[in-house]
């Protein structure tokens, strides 16, 4: 836990414009303290691996304290936790994101620890098809007791977070803004049973100006703090998708919910299966074995089926794989000389075949 003091100065850093969490990080891991950065030369600062000038131009310490004392006087006045990125309770998926916040703060009786968590997210403009398939992935998910991440948004978000809350499961909302405000404020009567069966979190001050961009900064955190991101329904365009493309470059696994080819809300699901930036998924029995969840909980010994018949290329990469235990897909490509897009739809048949299984962080091993 961080000193008051201490505090200060990492609030300071953390309002530092244009730093971002990684420069920040690369700052705090090199120096030890959020104080030493502030009190460092600028000259002994700039020899650190990607900090530059433009980074450090506005490192001034009397605004940005000045600035910190006001939040710290918000903080207390109104009991608000928080999380330094090198406590022990910092989520350890999004510990290992390097633009994951230094800093953020919390409401609610939220414990992320040796939790599986999954992220629900998709439009504001639910169809009652997205609708009843997300309150029914909830339900069946509960036995395994993960915890629900979402937006606190209209539509998908809200809807996964109620179901969390009905089948009395832990569900965390990440908020684009400060904990001075709900929005959008019809959804202020979910607060007290989120903060019970959960909470809040935002890395957001309350002096923070309201703004469509801190939604796509939050999108970062929402996609690392889970082990999967779950897209219930998505346009062409929206912010679901942007976490799926975050999540994907974070190595988590995506899953869509495929849509009829006209619909207007499944058009960005489809074109992430289509794109392979996503596993089909259609029912929380795929989402479980994907994740391997269903192992964890009840291990069933398999075997290989036998007299399976295998294409040349499926004869390669699966013996490839019967000596290892798991191996990347890019790996896969990259050993068995064959292009990426083409082992793709080779492990998909071989997954099908039942003679390999997907695993998470995009591995696959031998059945």
Request: aromatic content about 8%; some cysteine; glycine content about 6%.
């Amino acid at each position: 836990m961080l000193s008051k003091n201490e505090l200060r100065y990492t609030l300071a850093l953390q309002r530092v414009p244009n730093l971002g969490d990684a420069s920040a990080k690369k700052l705090l891991n090199k120096v030890g303290s959020a104080e030493g950065v502030f009190k460092e030369k600028k000259s002994n600062l700039l020899k650190i691996d990607g900090i530059g000038l433009f980074k450090l131009k506005e490192l001034s310490e009397k605004i940005l304290l000045d600035q910190a004392d006001e939040e710290i006087e918000f903080i207390e006045a109104n009991s608000i936790e928080w999380t330094y990125f090198q406590d022990k309770k910092y989520p350890q998926r999004l510990k290992h994101c390097m633009d994951g916040p230094i800093l953020f703060f919390q409401s609610g009786n939220i414990d992320l620890q040796n939790k599986k968590i999954i992220s629900i997210v998709g439009t504001r403009k639910i169809t009652t098809y997205g609708k009843v398939f997300c309150e029914k992935l909830v339900e069946e998910l509960a036995p395994l007791n993960p915890v629900i991440i979402s937006g606190f948004a209209y539509g998908v978000d809200i809807t996964a977070h109620k179901a969390a809350l009905d089948n009395k499961l832990q569900t965390v909302g990440c908020l684009a803004h400060g904990m001075n405000q709900i929005y959008p404020k019809t959804h202020k009567k979910y607060m007290t049973q989120v903060e019970e069966n959960g909470g809040f979190i935002t890395e957001f001050w309350s002096s923070d100006s309201f703004d469509r961009n801190n939604f796509l900064k939050r999108n970062r955190i929402i996609a690392g703090i889970s082990q999967a991101t779950i897209v219930i329904e998505s346009a062409e365009k929206g912010g679901s998708l942007v976490t799926a493309d975050i999540a994907n470059s974070y190595n988590r696994d995506v899953f869509a919910l495929p849509g009829r080819a006209g619909d207007s809300q499944s058009q960005g699901c489809n074109n992430l299966i289509k794109t392979q930036q996503a596993h089909l998924f259609t029912s929380a029995a795929d989402l479980i074995y994907m994740l391997g969840w269903e192992l964890e909980e009840k291990p069933k010994p398999q075997q290989t089926q036998l007299f399976v018949e295998l294409t040349e290329e499926e004869e390669i990469i699966f013996n490839f794989l019967k000596d290892r235990d798991k191996e990347m897909l890019d790996v896969i490509a990259l050993q068995c000389n064959i292009p990426t897009y083409k082992v793709a739809s080779v492990l998909l048949a071989m997954e099908l075949k039942g003679v390999i299984r997907p695993l998470p962080g995009k591995l696959f091993q031998v059945v």
